[in-house]
């Protein structure tokens, strides 16, 4: 069935650097949501992208959609304590259902 | 509004055990879904259901069932037990026209589900 990875499994940085997931897709996605899940918690929906090459900015976090709408990414800038979690990207273009990726577990060390 | 609510937050269940995991949503969504995730991984559907009266398997519902009979609850049974079902379950809805899914999903807090 259809499958979305995320690169990379796990990160670790430094309190202040920055951060970057990525969501590949083998076919291509209609619309792409952004999830993020904090320890012990569940997942919060952050953004949704539709458009080729579509960049979206929420404060440290900037959300961009391949041209070819066949992948996807999240960067942090200055990465903060908080931002400790997993994110997970969900591929809309199934009938009905989510396709959750894999999802990127960052750490955060302070 | 209180979103989508589970019950209960955590449970021990023997093996061969049966239990009930409850989902409510006062968002009036049409859309309702059952996660599992287990520690360290992600999400994996187990059923999912469009309206009332309407439910569907997803890619993990062996030893599960589901009801929908309002727009409301959606609550997952677990039939005897395995240590296999330990995980947490998270219950989610979004509201959507036709079958494309373009909105937001809203999660519960989840269920903490062991099985010794």
């Known amino acids: 069935g259809q499958q979305v990875m995320q690169i990379p499994q796990y990160q670790h940085v430094q309190e202040g650097e920055d951060f970057t997931t990525y969501c590949n897709s083998s076919?291509?996605?209609?619309?792409i949501q952004w999830y993020k899940q904090r320890p012990g918690g569940h997942p919060v929906f952050l953004i949704q992208?539709?458009?080729?090459?579509e960049v979206k900015k929420q404060k440290r976090l900037t959300f961009q959609f391949g041209e070819a709408k066949k992948n996807s990414s999240l960067h942090i800038t200055a990465t903060q304590t908080t931002d400790v979690g997993t994110y997970f990207c969900?591929?809309?273009?199934?009938?009905?259902?989510?396709?959750f990726g894999t999802g990127t577990r960052l750490k955060v060390l302070a | 509004n209180a979103g989508v609510t589970q019950t209960p937050k955590f449970r021990i269940l023997k093996i061969g055990q049966s239990m009930t995991l409850q989902c409510t949503q006062d968002m009036n969504h049409n859309y309702m879904y059952w996660y599992r995730q287990d520690p360290g991984m992600g999400l994996k559907l187990i059923y999912y259901s469009v309206g009332a009266g309407i439910t569907d398997k997803g890619e993990v519902p062996n030893g599960y069932n589901v009801s929908r009979s309002t727009t409301e609850d959606f609550p997952l049974r677990l039939e005897l037990a395995a240590p296999s079902q330990t995980s947490v379950y998270f219950c989610?809805?979004?509201?959507?026209?036709?079958?494309?899914?373009?909105?937001?999903?809203?999660f519960g807090d989840g269920t903490r589900l062991s099985i010794l």
């Open positions: 992208l539709v458009k080729s090459g």
């Open positions: 076919t291509t996605l209609s619309n």
């Open positions: 969900a591929d809309t273009s199934g009938t009905y259902k989510y396709i």
């Open positions: 989610a809805s979004s509201y959507s026209v036709g079958m494309r899914v373009d909105q937001p999903q809203h």
